[in-house]
């Protein structure tokens, strides 16, 4: 039991509860707890959470090593980031600028032309209509007949022949409306143009235009009934009332992004995972008043409950996140019964069976603890390919600590007995490399730290890698951590990886040393035992101008270099 205890604080790092870990390399150096409402998290090393190692929210994430700025510290300093929608207008329905086009008795389209050249047969045709009798005994050829002699007559050709009193065939009203410079079929066209027959006005317009026939009825306003219909059908929908929950729910998911039951990379992201859920609770507390809400808007729910001291209001907000299906609420319920914060006190059984039922749901964080269980055979038997196996599920779902955590074993055997198994394939050096690159590219910034030292060690069997190196520790040093900054300065002094420069790596020893968390006596780990002496120079000139050394600019770091150098940071 007492190995229990001792293991798990030093490798779980449950969000909503205190956790911590191992220091790495053995330091001593612990990270101080930052504080998430009432919740606790502390990662390893001091550096995992950011801890005191950290700088404020303001300055996380795009913090820049002023590398280029001579002696003077670099800061920390960053960003912060930020749609019309234009409808289109409605189509009128009503045709302009387009002829229309007409229908002769038999169904052909005819488009009428006035200017064209021809002869007209209609003018040697004897054509006499004398009634509504002889018209409508007119056959279809005649009608054609007249449509050809209407599109080839000309004003110089236009026969003389009288006018008929009025033809009675619809297809003669078109013919003879085609061609106004016929006599014959005057009358006709002043019949299809008399306001004073409506019917026949409507017949004319529907023969004219059967494509468009429907718009043509509904825009006339002699028709009051079809002009309704139009009306109403034009008419958009009326869209249904929005439902006040949907939005708020939107709101916080917008605001609060997918629920996460994993640990923060650093403490600068604990910060700002704070400051977001400050500026989602309203939305999302109303939101999760709703009978079906959605289980992550529950979830981000329990946590401000949980960050406001609502220990019962969490817990019950928790399980009906977890009943809606949630693998993140399973992972927090299994913290609350492991660790014995929730209203039901410790409960080791139920906690893994929530363990498994947020690994069968894909919740990285839940697996992770869930491998460590079997680690330490808490609630389960010890199985070390099981920790494994379920390690490397959730570093290859992108889990930062399980990366972490993989790269460890597989690089001294953590968690494996006797720190080693072939079947495993533990311990494995290219491995280890692989994951604890994943961690630092995720923000873990133990393993950058820890990958960093392990390119600088000669006897880790890992290539020399000065570049990457720098990388690695430039990825920490960026988020305010004061021993990163010191070995980015001994970078400069030296030249490794990066152009010598003494001003720069001055400059960087006493940023790293005004944090008032790192010794004088480990400000050049890792550097030549002596100083070099433009760099020596340089830090005694920063000194001097602070008001803080008054010793000959010798470039000879003495009792009285290093007595000013500790009043950077305030002793």
Same mark, same amino acid.
């Not at 150096?29 to 504080?35: A, I």
């Not at 043509?216 to 249904?240: G, M, R, W």
């Not at 859920?277 to 329990?302: I, K, N, Y």
């Not at 600019?553 to 007595?563: H, R, S």
């Given at each position: 039991?007492?190995?229990?205890?001792?293991?798990?604080?030093?490798?779980?790092?449950?969000?909503?509860?205190?956790?911590?870990?191992?220091?790495?390399?053995?330091?001593?150096?612990?990270?101080?707890?930052?504080?998430?409402?009432?919740?606790?998290?502390?990662?390893?090393?001091?550096?995992?959470?950011?801890?005191?190692?950290?700088?404020?929210?303001?300055?996380?994430?795009?913090?820049?090593?002023?590398?280029?700025?001579?002696?003077?510290?670099?800061?920390?300093?960053?960003?912060?980031?930020?749609?019309?929608?234009?409808?289109?207008?409605?189509?009128?329905?009503?045709?302009?600028?387009?002829?229309?086009?007409?229908?002769?008795?038999?169904?052909?389209?005819?488009?009428?032309?006035?200017?064209?050249?021809?002869?007209?047969?209609?003018?040697?045709?004897?054509?006499?209509?004398?009634?509504?009798?002889?018209?409508?005994?007119?056959?279809?050829?005649?009608?054609?007949?007249?449509?050809?002699?209407?599109?080839?007559?000309?004003?110089?050709?236009?026969?003389?022949?009288?006018?008929?009193?009025?033809? /009675?065939?619809?297809?003669?009203?078109?013919?003879?409306?085609?061609?106004?410079?016929?006599?014959?079929?005057?009358?006709?066209?002043?019949?299809?143009?008399?306001?004073?027959?409506?019917?026949?006005?409507?017949?004319?317009?529907?023969?004219?235009?059967?494509?468009?026939?429907?718009?043509?009825?509904?825009?006339?306003?002699?028709?009051?009934?079809?002009?309704?219909?139009?009306?109403?059908?034009?008419?958009?929908?009326?869209?249904?009332?929005?439902?006040?929950?949907?939005?708020?729910?939107?709101?916080?998911?917008?605001?609060?992004?997918?629920?996460?039951?994993?640990?923060?990379?650093?403490?600068?992201?604990?910060?700002?995972?704070?400051?977001?859920?400050?500026?989602?609770?309203?939305?999302?507390?109303?939101?999760?008043?709703?009978?079906?809400?959605?289980?992550?808007?529950?979830?981000?729910?329990?946590?401000?409950?949980?960050?406001?001291?609502?220990?019962?209001?969490?817990? /019950?907000?928790?399980?009906?996140?977890?009943?809606?299906?949630?693998?993140?609420?399973?992972?927090?319920?299994?913290?609350?019964?492991?660790?014995?914060?929730?209203?039901?006190?410790?409960?080791?059984?139920?906690?893994?069976?929530?363990?498994?039922?947020?690994?069968?749901?894909?919740?990285?964080?839940?697996?992770?603890?869930?491998?460590?269980?079997?680690?330490?055979?808490?609630?389960?038997?010890?199985?070390?390919?099981?920790?494994?196996?379920?390690?490397?599920?959730?570093?290859?779902?992108?889990?930062?600590?399980?990366?972490?955590?993989?790269?460890?074993?597989?690089?001294?055997?953590?968690?494996?007995?006797?720190?080693?198994?072939?079947?495993?394939?533990?311990?494995?050096?290219?491995?280890?490399?692989?994951?604890?690159?994943?961690?630092?590219?995720?923000?873990?910034?133990?393993?950058?730290?820890?990958?960093?030292?392990?390119?600088?060690?000669?006897?880790?069997?890992?290539?020399?890698?000065?570049?990457?190196?720098?990388?690695?520790?430039?990825?920490?040093?960026?988020?305010?951590?004061?021993?990163?900054?010191?070995?980015?300065?001994?970078?400069?002094?030296?030249?490794?990886?990066?152009?010598?420069?003494?001003?720069?790596?001055?400059?960087?020893?006493?940023?790293?040393?005004?944090?008032?968390?790192? /010794?004088?006596?480990?400000?050049?780990?890792?550097?030549?035992?002596?100083?070099?002496?433009?760099?020596?120079?340089?830090?005694?000139?920063?000194?001097?101008?602070?008001?803080?050394?008054?010793?000959?600019?010798?470039?000879?770091?003495?009792?009285?270099?290093?007595?000013?150098?500790?009043?950077?940071?305030?002793?």
């Amino acid at each position: 039991m007492k190995g229990f205890a001792v293991i798990v604080a030093a490798t779980l790092t449950l969000p909503g509860v205190g956790y911590s870990q191992d220091t790495p390399n053995g330091s001593d150096e612990k990270t101080p707890s930052v504080q998430v409402g009432d919740t606790t998290s502390e990662m390893t090393g001091g550096v995992a959470a950011g801890g005191d190692d950290a700088p404020s929210a303001r300055g996380a994430n795009t913090a820049k090593d002023r590398d280029g700025e001579g002696p003077a510290a670099p800061t920390l300093g960053g960003p912060q980031v930020q749609k019309t929608d234009a409808a289109p207008d409605r189509p009128s329905g009503i045709l302009n600028g387009v002829e229309p086009r007409r229908a002769d008795k038999e169904g052909a389209d005819v488009v009428a032309s006035p200017d064209v050249d021809g002869e007209t047969e209609a003018g040697d045709a004897d054509v006499t209509v004398t009634g509504g009798e002889e018209a409508v005994a007119q056959s279809a050829e005649d009608a054609e007949t007249d449509v050809e002699a209407a599109t080839e007559i000309t004003p110089d050709a236009a026969p003389q022949a009288e006018a008929p009193e009025q033809p /009675d065939t619809e297809a003669e009203a078109i013919v003879e409306d085609e061609a106004p410079e016929n006599p014959a079929t005057e009358s006709a066209e002043e019949v299809a143009e008399a306001p004073e027959d409506p019917e026949t006005e409507a017949a004319e317009e529907v023969a004219e235009e059967p494509e468009n026939a429907a718009t043509e009825s509904a825009e006339a306003p002699e028709d009051p009934a079809t002009e309704s219909a139009e009306e109403v059908a034009e008419a958009p929908e009326a869209a249904p009332e929005p439902d006040p929950y949907d939005i708020a729910a939107q709101e916080c998911i917008d605001i609060a992004g997918p629920a996460n039951a994993g640990v923060p990379a650093a403490a600068v992201d604990a910060a700002s995972q704070k400051e977001t859920l400050a500026r989602a609770a309203e939305a999302c507390l109303m939101a999760a008043e709703a009978e079906d809400a959605d289980p992550e808007v529950l979830f981000h729910a329990a946590s401000i409950a949980q960050a406001r001291g609502q220990a019962g209001a969490t817990f /019950d907000l928790l399980t009906r996140s977890a009943e809606a299906g949630l693998g993140a609420a399973e992972t927090r319920l299994g913290d609350y019964f492991l660790f014995g914060v929730g209203p039901e006190g410790q409960d080791i059984a139920k906690a893994v069976g929530h363990y498994q039922a947020a690994t069968e749901r894909g919740d990285a964080a839940g697996m992770t603890t869930l491998a460590l269980l079997y680690q330490v055979a808490r609630g389960v038997p010890r199985d070390p390919a099981r920790m494994v196996e379920l390690m490397t599920m959730a570093a290859d779902k992108g889990y930062h600590f399980a990366q972490y955590r993989l790269a460890q074993t597989y690089l001294n055997g953590d968690g494996i007995p006797g720190r080693a198994d072939a079947a495993l394939g533990i311990p494995d050096t290219s491995r280890a490399v692989r994951y604890y690159t994943m961690a630092a590219d995720a923000g873990n910034l133990s393993a950058a730290l820890e990958l960093s030292s392990l390119y600088a060690d000669p006897n880790s069997g890992l290539p020399d890698d000065p570049e990457e190196q720098v990388r690695l520790t430039r990825m920490v040093s960026q988020t305010g951590h004061p021993p990163a900054i010191a070995m980015m300065g001994v970078f400069y002094e030296t030249g490794r990886g990066v152009a010598y420069d003494p001003a720069i790596a001055a400059g960087l020893y006493v940023r790293a040393m005004e944090s008032g968390k790192l /010794d004088f006596g480990d400000l050049r780990n890792g550097a030549p035992g002596t100083w070099d002496r433009d760099t020596a120079l340089e830090f005694q000139k920063i000194l001097q101008a602070r008001g803080l050394y008054d010793g000959a600019l010798d470039a000879i770091v003495g009792g009285g270099t290093a007595a000013a150098a500790r009043k950077l940071a305030g002793n």
